[in-house]
């Protein structure tokens, strides 16, 4: 059957009858150098025994046949695929595409989505791939809520032990990282019942700064070692993203949409009594995710694509008793647009694609009248590429032939704006009660803000309250912004030399970091009443005499305290080279893999010198081995540049003499600017060793790979005071040191000739890692009252610091599995996808305190515990029930498990199965 994912008789670029992204083919341009996914190793001249590209087959393959017209079927018509009419399929899962790749894994487009949760995040298809982690079991607040729910930017993850901001993101053969830093000194994200807004603080930073649907992604490679030359700037790994090129065939159009809503989801409740005593209801949210896209060859030359998509939440909850339980919508959008076309020409092939990011998240202050938040995030990402072969080049007496050229540049903008609805707040006194005995008095009462405000019913106080204060909020809290600006130029060169090929390449990029409050905000925090008030007291008169025109003091009270956030803007500039080689050589069973990458940026100022080697040995056909030693660096990084000296907020006291309220502030104790040095600094880097063997299985023709790899990080930035909390400086005191040994298995059947099951994929594998580090991330956590504070093992540590030393995201043995299937003629797809956590050793509250090193704050006492072992299972489905449309079926969590993470009472709800609902229409 022909159906919405297409038939197994359309052209070569749609795989196992799904739509698959339209792939470049050396017939559609004059020059097809190696696609940025993954440098593909062209065979070299001489005829070597080594596995080719690591691609392999069950049996023999058949003699190709030419492809017979196959006449167009009616709408909903059901058609049989003749095999002989289908262009040979690839396999959607290619465990490297050189013998050096050790550590690559391509996945088409297909492949990729049936790894995803619903909703459209591409970042979630390498849950299960080896040595990535995202789970974080130690979380103590892992239940969900609505800012949680509105949440749709994509997931972060950590790859070989790496942070979350170490990968590089790669859309289109550019990077699309945040180098200005993700992550601030406090909460990344608002939550539901947060009261206060940190004025220093940015919310909704994220490592990207453009969000990628898996929708119109046609090809996803994830790299964890063994990286080639051309890849570098993290830490971590690499993540590319190759999305659909413009189709030369014909016109493609599709349409998607899906929704999901509360009601799809069965929520548990995960505290740690696996009650609910607040009796807190669960989020109520409404989701939907659109996707269309369009493209078509214009001329014979000339191709489009335009493609757009569309993920909305909407939620509610309501305010607290004071303000009248008035109820609440909040809501986030996240679209994306892009626009490619293609031009093929006598000097080679031009494209030019811009792709756009728009999101935004709205949060609602549930304590204060009328403040809100929207947290806004625009990514763009443009170039221009230009591709050509060279055929004068060509040198037979050294193998040299066959050289093709590629020329990209770029222009990238990403800003993270929160959005206030004012910059003005106020934080009234509306009544203040004292109790004596079992009897509360009223010392202070005024009504000027009874229509918004009120106050909770003395039986609500407790029995230990000695006091209460009505407190009325109003106002908001002001905007902030960071952003960047990308400007590049990439070259490279590959081709064919000696007993392989070679690759020449290099880019040049400048970097404007910045960060912003536009304008300054004022918030008058302490209120004097005129009766009940102590420090100050209240004056014997009981009433205030008010300066002329002064619109804060009244003869009830007056404002005692304001603060005010300077406006600042700062802005910083750094301007890099990066420079790479690499052979690739084949002498009959002995393949090596030699290069070197060159990095340099103006503001560290470090000529970076990154040797890759690999080397495999290959005995017999279908058995392989291969060592490999590498450096990373980290790339250019502006954390502090774009933070030092942001202006803090500065108080300003008057205190009424008398009755008498004095009109001018006095400033208090001036406070310092944020400090950030990071001066004089070495580029973090890590250095790689690696052992692969590669198998073919010997009864089913699938691909073994059996993986060691072991990094040690070096000169890793740290943070540390220098001289006080509000003083961070960069040092290179941090190390670590993560190790792993993976096993991996794929094999994929097309064109079953069973009545029933058409085609068949397994890829699976299993990882045991080991990491240890020294250092959480570059901030310093400054020692807050209101910050949770940790003891374990004898030491002391802040939450955020805590969560980076043990535990977070570090799972020691776990399996990861994908099953893909079609039936009834490709009538039907069902895929699942699998993580297993094995039991582990980790850390968990005891729900203790003591006191520690700060005086006043007690620390919450943590300790071993063994964790554990957890299944996870994904379907997704699509039934094809015409030629043009189809239904689609997404259940997450299918076995209905909460997991090892901890709700409070305050978020006691954790998800367990849910459903997405979709259609699907193509033409």
């Known amino acids: 059957m022909m159906g919405a994912k297409g038939a197994a008789a359309q052209t070569a670029t749609e795989t196992q009858g799904r739509e698959q992204a339209p792939v470049q083919t050396p017939a559609e341009t004059p020059a097809d150098p190696p696609k940025d996914a993954a440098p593909v190793q062209q065979k070299a001249a001489k005829p070597s025994a080594a596995l080719p590209d690591m691609i392999v087959e069950a049996s023999p393959k058949p003699a190709k046949k030419k492809t017979k017209a196959v006449a167009k079927p009616k709408a909903g018509a059901v058609v049989v695929a003749d095999p002989s009419a289908q262009a040979e399929q690839p396999d959607p899962v290619t465990l490297g595409q050189s013998l050096s790749d050790t550590g690559t894994t391509v996945l088409s487009g297909d492949n990729a989505r049936a790894r995803t949760l619903g909703g459209g995040d591409a970042n979630t298809f390498v849950r299960n791939l080896p040595n990535v982690q995202y789970q974080n079991d130690t979380n103590e607040d892992a239940g969900m809520s609505g800012q949680k729910e509105l949440d749709t930017r994509p997931m972060q993850f950590t790859i070989m032990g790496g942070k979350t901001y170490e990968n590089n993101i790669i859309l289109n053969g550019v990077s699309i990282n945040t180098n200005t830093g993700p992550i601030d000194n406090s909460n990344n994200m608002f939550t539901d019942n947060q009261q206060t807004v940190i004025t220093d603080n940015i919310y909704g930073l994220h490592p990207q700064t453009v969000y990628v649907p898996i929708e119109f992604v046609g090809q996803a490679t994830i790299i964890d070692s063994n990286a080639s030359a051309k890849y570098g700037e993290f830490l971590g790994g690499a993540v590319i993203y190759d999305l659909a090129q413009p189709p030369t065939d014909r016109y493609h159009a599709s349409v998607s949409y899906s929704r999901h809503t509360d009601e799809m989801v069965h929520y ?329 990458r060159f990095d340099y940026d103006d503001y560290q100022k470090n000529p970076n010198l990154s040797p890759r080697v690999a080397a495999t040995v290959t005995p017999f056909n279908g058995l392989s081995f291969t060592a490999g030693y590498n450096r990373y660096y980290q790339g250019e990084a502006l954390y502090y540049a774009v933070r030092d000296g942001q202006p803090r907020s500065q108080a300003w006291t008057r205190t009424h003499v008398g009755s008498d309220v004095p009109a001018d502030y006095t400033m208090n ?137 043990t535990g977070n995201l570090d799972i020691p043995v776990r399996v990861g599995a994908t099953l893909t299937t079609s039936w009834f003629n490709d009538a039907l797809f069902v895929d699942f996808n699998a993580g297993y956590n094995f039991a582990y050793e980790g850390v968990y509250d005891t729900d203790e305190e003591v006191p520690g090193p700060i005086p006043g704050v007690d620390y919450h006492v943590y300790d071993d515990r063994t964790f554990s072992p957890t299944l996870m299972v994904d379907l997704h489905a699509q039934y094809n029930v015409s030629e043009m449309a189809a239904i689609e079926l997404e259940v997450n969590n299918l076995l209905d498990t909460a997991g090892n993470s901890v709700a409070t009472n305050t978020n006691p709800w954790v998800r367990g199965r849910s459903f997405w609902l979709g259609t699907k229409l193509r033409m």
Not at 701 to 716: C, L, P, S, T
Request: charged share 20%; proline share 3%; aromatic share 12%.
């Open 268 to 596: 548990i409740i995960g505290t740690k009594t696996g009650t609910n005593p607040n009796g807190v209801k669960h989020p109520e949210f409404t989701k939907s995710n659109l996707a269309v896209s369009v493209g078509a060859p214009i001329t014979n030359d000339w191709s489009f694509i335009a493609q757009a998509s569309r993920k909305t939440v909407e939620t509610s909850k309501q305010k607290i008793y004071e303000l009248y339980n008035k109820p609440l919508e909040e809501d986030s959008d996240n679209i994306f647009f892009r626009f490619a076309t293609a031009v093929k020409t006598d000097i080679g092939r031009f494209v030019f694609d811009s792709s756009l990011t728009k999101y935004h998240q709205l949060w609602e202050n549930a304590y204060w009248r009328d403040a809100e938040v929207d947290i806004e995030s625009h990514g763009w990402t443009n170039q221009i590429e230009h591709r050509a072969k060279l055929d004068q080049i060509v040198a037979p007496g050294i193998g040299l032939g066959g050289v093709n050229i590629m020329t990209r540049g770029y222009f990238n903008d990403g800003n993270t704006y929160n959005d206030a609805n004012g910059n003005v707040s106020y934080s009234y006194i509306s009544m203040r009660r004292r109790r004596s005995g079992n009897v509360w008095s009223t010392t202070f009462e005024t009504d000027d803000f009874k229509d918004w405000c009120r106050e909770v019913p003395t039986s609500t106080l407790g029995t230990t309250a000695v006091q209460n204060n009505t407190s009325c909020r109003d106002g908001s809290t002001g905007d902030i912004e960071q952003g960047q600006t990308d400007i590049g130029l990439q070259h490279e060169m590959t081709g064919r030399l000696l007993w392989g090929t070679f690759l020449l390449g290099g880019e040049a990029r400048s970097i404007e970091g910045r960060r912003a409050r536009p304008e300054e905000y004022i918030s008058y925090s302490s209120w004097v009443t005129a009766t009940g008030n102590t420090s100050p007291n209240s004056p014997a008169s009981g009433s205030f005499n008010c300066p002329p025109g002064d619109e804060l003091c009244t003869s009830e009270y007056y404002n005692r305290i304001k603060t005010i956030t300077p406006a600042f803007e700062t802005s910083a500039t750094v301007d890099s080279i990066h420079l790479f080689s690499e052979i690739d050589q084949t002498l009959d069973w002995f393949n090596f893999r030699t290069g070197v």
């Open 669 to 805: 104790a001036p406070v310092t600017n944020w400090k950030m040095t990071a001066n004089g600094l070495d580029t973090p880097y890590k250095d790689e060793y690696t052992a692969t063997a590669r198998i073919l299985d010997p009864l089913a023709g699938g691909q073994f790979r059996v993986r060691y790899a072991e990094r040690h990080g070096k000169d890793e930035y740290s943070s540390d005071e220098c001289g006080s909390s509000l003083c961070n400086v960069l040092t290179n005191n941090g190390s670590s040191y993560y190790e792993s040994v993976t096993a991996e298995y794929s094999k994929y059947w097309h064109n079953l000739k069973n009545p029933l099951l058409s085609s068949l994929g397994i890829s699976a594998n299993i990882t045991w890692a080991d990491q240890e580090k020294n250092t959480g991330t570059y901030y310093y956590d400054a020692d807050l009252s209101d910050e949770v504070h940790i003891e374990y093992k004898g030491q002391y540590y802040t939450a955020d610091t805590f969560k980076m030393i």
